[in-house]
């Protein structure tokens, strides 16, 4: 990702992907653009058809390779377009988040949310929730250690 | 066959809401030519306005929206928005209709739904889609996800059309020339078999009302326009303010009945939804809010459909949204706060007084303005209140043979049942026009597929300006260097718009010339256009799934505006991403297999006839399973509708029909005792007296029926006096009333509370007809009928009130103090507590007659088992989708209707029969049934056999094969959500088009 990148804190920019559901909030990220809702450009969007297919690597890759954090966004409780995926990425994401913690890396690095197809402001707000966020937690310590 | 007996294979569906779209795409998908004819410039109708829907809290838009995506993409379906029937002639499976089509002063095909015209339009109108609320220009779109997705001028506010030298603003900034402000009305004919009508409804208006405030008091809204104001893509952007001064409420009010139930200034009957969406809005925005009281002023609490009185109990116990039973008397103003001072009278007969800071009116449902003058162009009757006059016991079909109708032009409906006749209306033209079917209907053809196996990637790029919209923030020319340099990649170049169809051929061409073998598009969003591209890259001969789009428009250059260089980067990144992954992309080809053309229907009551009759009417077989040693069902023991109809009649009718008819093979006194197999190839083993033998099918349709409760209180059983509503039924065919003067009836026996906590629906009206039928006989029988809420929905509610003119007198008693029954000789005592009078009564009674409501089959269970059916917490079967696929059952090839579904009136029953049938003709009426692309697939070198995908995916798609101890994937079953594939501790699980390595590679593109 070739988003400005600075030694100083302040100007540190994170990186985020984004892995995002087909029927909710994908759809929602593409109604934040029709809304022309404004947020951080730091996020990457890769789109899934389900966040229960997330696969923990997905998780735990990005941020081994240098991401400063990872954002999973799928269907509110209940209206999961395959009925229960994003049960089973919530589930998922709480036992990564556990094996995180062993690689020291900060459990607010995941971001695991419900978006729907009608919240592109929502999208909007969490992008720039998780940017700041991440600007306090500051770079991924990984990322650092092999830079340097 | 002479000319005149041909039957043209087409259908034309008048009005594009929810109702019509399932019309169109159900008989588009069973092999007719549609025509969508929609008066609005997009279709959706009320259900693309709703924030949420009761009783699963569905966001509306993300449930509907794929659908409106399948409707504006079928190749069978055309959408003629901003039209109006003019006139209908002809006769069944042969009519001509004249449509007019007004200008819509935009290119639907040209016009690229940018928005810079509706940005430069300097003339603000009220916006009739947010109620009102927000404002939209005179070029507009109605809603963001609008189909067709072009924008649209409203001719009476645009300057344009006052002074032709006038403004002109949005002509300068179109980069597409779709504005024309001299485009013409058409009129068009179109030649069709049959014709589906459904208009829809519109809310009533409250001015009327004026003792409520709208339209006077600021704070006083309609439900429809709180709907607009939850919404997050409504004007509000989901806040709940008051109008007054933007500050959140925290005490709102909800008055029911505004236009409803009211004989003298309003429609007399209940608009059947507005319980339910009045609990909705409130636990919505009760989430919304923190701390917000929500206080609901009722008459009677109408939570009469599935799973709906555990959403009511769910409001008050959990939510702690009030309910008030009571009249209102008036509401205030006061000066200072804009806040409004609510005089009810409460049903003890006292007056209170209480503050809000917001009302919310549930307004009723009326038909719509259209209505009459498109009854009269088509030549069918509407009935005294304006709805469509149709057959009791021949549900959709209006006056005029060939013509059926949907949705909530024939009575107020809520969503599943506007769905499920909607399919039924399609039904039923289908029925009509089977001798035709794919007759009109086109089938894409396509160039041979060129093998690209074994050639190294060669990608081409091309990457969108969009006009302006990704233009004028990201560099494209800049993007498309990039895209050069990225290994793979040996074209790259930039398209002012690629989705034209001179683009379209510009890169067909490059496949060619640069022999092509990978596509990537760096546009908007690939939820819509992907399929369009995907398309024409096979078109030039190229597997569709050697595709991969970027958007760089919703997801870069509209929501990074200000920030140029940072959406360029990004642009760049999208379009590494997707070139990385469609660089591993592998070719897939769905799999096509044969079915077995046969239905098996479950259960021999009318559901069961009924769809038995539809399928073999469209030309399928069918085996009709009874347990029973004869037809008929629960309607065996019925005597008369509350509306006149005899089910007696029908059952004779319908078992005569499918007793003669060829194709359905009746088999009565038969049990399902084994089931093997899936969709398209079940082996059923079914049981009689005598033999055992194998039914081979293709789909199912599950019509089991339910039963009447019986009671276990109120001395039923132990006295002669004491006997449930059917009984009643039964004794009044045959007269026996002598000597009967008093008749006590108790409602909700055993219903809506603990052990069976849903409401039975059809109870008030049974108990209401039986009333009616005992006071027609002898008016001087004192009936009395004890409830708790009267559930006379939708257009029953007149006969409650011919039941109180009539002198039925109604008690009302609450849970807490249900009423005692004594035994007192042949007689009976029964005291019960009356709130009015605040005092006991003690009503002497001849005969006590107990409304016991319905419950599952007791072998519900063992079908349920056998074919991998859900049920819910109540015993009754569970849909796929309880708003949107209501006689679907989740797994494809699996349908429902009637009882099993849940407790419902005949002519509901036999609505969703006719909808389950052509639900399965939409899998029975294609040559071979086709897998979606996007399916898991195993690589049987690594896969161990341990079954966790088998027990994970949600669609029975997975099996393990026990011979090789592998699992394998039913393609056809597969609807490619992936959990298999991220359940699979050995990778041995992928999914075409979104493999574990393209993710991978495209978060470290992401990150590099």
């Known amino acids: 990702m070739s988003v400005p990148e600075q030694k100083m804190d302040s100007e540190f920019e994170p990186k985020i992907v984004g892995i995002f559901c087909n029927w909710c909030s994908y759809t929602g990220a593409d109604l934040a653009g029709t809304s022309r809702i404004q947020y951080p450009p730091n996020i990457r969007i890769v789109r899934v058809m389900c966040t229960g297919s997330v696969d923990p690597m997905y998780l735990v890759r990005p941020l081994l390779e240098g991401a400063d954090g990872v954002l999973v966004s799928g269907c509110h409780p209940g209206d999961c377009h395959y009925g229960t995926g994003n049960y089973k990425a919530r589930r998922k994401i709480a036992m990564v988040k556990e094996v995180l913690k062993q690689f020291g890396i900060e459990e607010d690095r995941l971001w695991f949310r419900f978006i729907s197809a009608s919240e592109g402001n929502k999208i909007g707000e969490t992008v720039s929730d998780m940017v700041k966020k991440l600007k306090e937690l500051g770079p991924n310590p990984l990322a650092k250690k092999w830079q340097t | ?1008």
């Open chain 2, 1 to 1008: 066959m002479s000319e005149k007996n041909v039957l043209t294979g087409a259908v034309m569906v008048v009005g594009g809401g929810i109702s019509g779209m399932q019309s169109a795409l159900d008989l588009a998908e069973a092999g007719y030519k549609v025509y969508l004819v929609e008066q609005k410039p997009a279709i959706g109708g009320t259900m693309a306005m709703l924030d949420k829907t009761f009783p699963t809290n569905d966001c509306a838009m993300c449930t509907m929206s794929p659908k409106l995506v399948d409707v504006g993409r079928h190749l069978n379906v055309d959408i003629i928005t901003n039209a109006e029937v003019l006139g209908v002639e002809g006769e069944p499976g042969n009519f001509k209709a004249r449509v007019l089509k007004r200008a819509r002063y935009v290119d639907e095909d040209k016009c690229i739904a940018c928005g810079r015209c509706a940005e430069e339009c300097p003339v603000k109108v009220p916006s009739e889609f947010d109620g009102g609320l927000g404002t939209r220009k005179a070029i507009y779109k109605m809603y963001a996800q609008a189909t067709p997705n072009a924008y649209a001028i409203d001719k009476t506010k645009c300057l344009k059309f006052k002074n032709p030298k006038a403004c002109g603003k949005c002509l300068k900034v179109c980069e597409a020339n779709a504005i024309n402000h001299n485009m013409e009305d058409e009129e068009l004919e179109l030649e069709v078999g049959s014709i589906i009508l459904s208009p829809g409804f519109e809310p009533i208006d409250p001015t009327p009302y004026g003792e409520y405030g709208w339209g006077i008091y600021d704070n006083v809204i309609t439900s429809v326009q709180f709907e607009r104001m939850l919404a997050a893509s409504g004007p509000y952007q989901g806040h709940v303010v008051r109008p007054s001064d933007h500050k959140e409420p925290k005490k709102i009010a909800f008055i029911q009945c505004v236009g409803s139930r009211d004989v003298h200034r309003g429609k007399s009957y209940c608009s059947a939804v507005c319980c339910m969406y009045a609990t909705k809005e409130a636990i919505i925005a009760k989430e919304h809010v923190n701390g917000l009281e929500a206080t609901i002023f009722y008459m009677d609490v109408r939570a009469y459909g599935k799973d709906f009185e555990k959403y009511y109990d769910r409001a008050r116990q959990q939510y702690g949204v009030r309910y008030v039973r009571s009249m209102i008397s008036s509401v205030k103003e006061l000066q200072q706060s804009k806040n409004l001072l609510i005089r009810y009278l409460t049903p003890e007969g006292e007056y209170k007084e209480e503050e809000f800071d917001l009302l919310v009116l549930s307004v009723g449902l009326k038909p719509s303005s259209t209505a009459k003058k498109l009854a009269e162009a088509v030549g069918v009757e509407l009935d005294e209140d304006g709805f469509c006059r149709c057959d009791e016991f021949n549900p959709c079909s209006t006056t005029k043979p060939g013509i059926f109708a949907g949705g909530a032009f024939v009575a107020p409906k809520d969503i599943p049942e506007t769905v499920g006749d909607a399919s039924s209306a399609a039904a039923q033209a289908a029925r009509v026009l089977a001798e035709a079917r794919g007759t009109l209907a086109q089938v894409k053809e396509y160039p041979p597929e060129k093998d690209v196996s074994g050639e190294e990637p060669r990608v081409g790029a091309f990457i969108c300006n969009c006009g302006i919209n990704i233009g004028s923030v990201v560099n494209v020319p800049d993007v498309v260097e990039y895209a050069k340099e990225i290994p793979g990649v040996v074209h790259a170049e930039e398209f002012l718009f690629t989705c034209s169809q001179d683009n379209i051929d510009r890169i067909k061409q490059r496949i060619k010339e640069h022999n092509l073998n990978r596509v990537v598009v760096a546009s908007c969003t690939p939820r819509t256009h992907a399929p369009l591209f995907m398309a024409s890259i096979r078109e030039a001969g190229l597997n569709p799934y050697l595709y991969e789009q970027a958007n760089i428009r919703e997801h870069a250059s509209w929501v990074h505006q200000d920030n140029p260089e940072a959406a360029t980067e990004k642009a760049k990144d999208l379009v590494r991403m997707a070139v990385e992954k469609v660089k591993l992309a592998k070719p897939v080809h769905t799999s096509t297999f044969e079915i077995n053309r046969k239905a098996l229907v479950i259960g021999g009551g009318p559901s069961g006839m009924t769809a038995a009759l539809n399928l073999a009417g469209q030309g399928f077989s069918v085996y009709l399973v009874e347990k029973e040693p004869q037809l008929g069902g629960n309607a065996r023991l019925l005597k008369h509708t509350i509306d006149g109809s005899n089910p007696q009649k029908l059952v004779e009718n319908l078992s005569g029909q499918v007793n003669e008819h060829p194709l359905v093979e009746v088999l009565t006194g038969t049990e399902i005792i084994e089931v093997s197999g899936y969709l398209g190839n079940y082996k059923t083993t079914v049981k009689t007296e005598s033999e055992t033998k194998v039914l081979e099918h293709g789909v199912v349709i599950v019509a089991s029926g339910a039963e009447e409760a019986k009671p276990n209180e109120y001395l039923y059983g132990e006295h002669d006096g004491v006997l449930t509503q059917r009984e009643l039924e039964a004794r009044l065919e045959d007269g026996m009333l002598d000597g009967v003067k008093n008749v006590v009836m108790i409602q909700c026996v055993g219903s809506r509370q603990e052990g069976r906590p849903y409401c039975s629906r059809i109870c008030c009206t049974h108990a209401i007809k039986n009333a009616l039928t005992i006071k027609k006989k002898n008016p001087d029988v004192n009936v009395f009928i004890l409830y708790r809420d009267i559930r006379t929905y939708g257009m029953k509610e007149k006969y409650y009130r011919q039941a109180r003119e009539r002198g039925v007198i109604f008690i009302r008693y609450e849970l807490e103090e249900k009423p005692e029954v004594n035994a007192v000789g042949d007689t009976l005592e029964v005291k019960v507590n009356d709130p009015v009078l605040n005092r006991q009564l003690v009503l002497d009674a001849d005969l006590l007659v107990l409304s016991t409501g319905i419950v599952p089959r007791k072998d519900s269970e063992k079908l349920s088992r056998m074919y991998k059916l859900p049920l819910n917490a109540d015993g009754f079967y569970n849909e796929a989708h309880m708003k949107l696929r209501p006689v679907d059952f989740a797994a494809d090839g699996l349908y429902l209707c009637g009882l099993a579904h849940s407790p419902k009136l005949i002519n509901e029953s036999l609505a969703q029969a006719n909808a389950s049938a052509i639900r399965a003709v939409t899998l029975l009426a294609k040559d071979r049934l086709e897998s979606l692309g996007i399916v898991a697939t195993v690589n049987e070198k690594w896969c161990k056999g341990c079954g966790l995908c088998v027990n994970i995916c949600p669609y029975g798609a997975r099996v393990i094969d026990e011979n090789r101890n592998v699992a394998v994937v039913r393609e056809v079953l597969c609807q490619g959500c992936g959990a298999c594939v991220a359940a699979c501790p050995s990778n041995a699980s992928q999914q075409n088009g979104f493999e574990k390595q393209q993710i991978l590679t495209m978060i470290d593109a992401a990150i590099s």
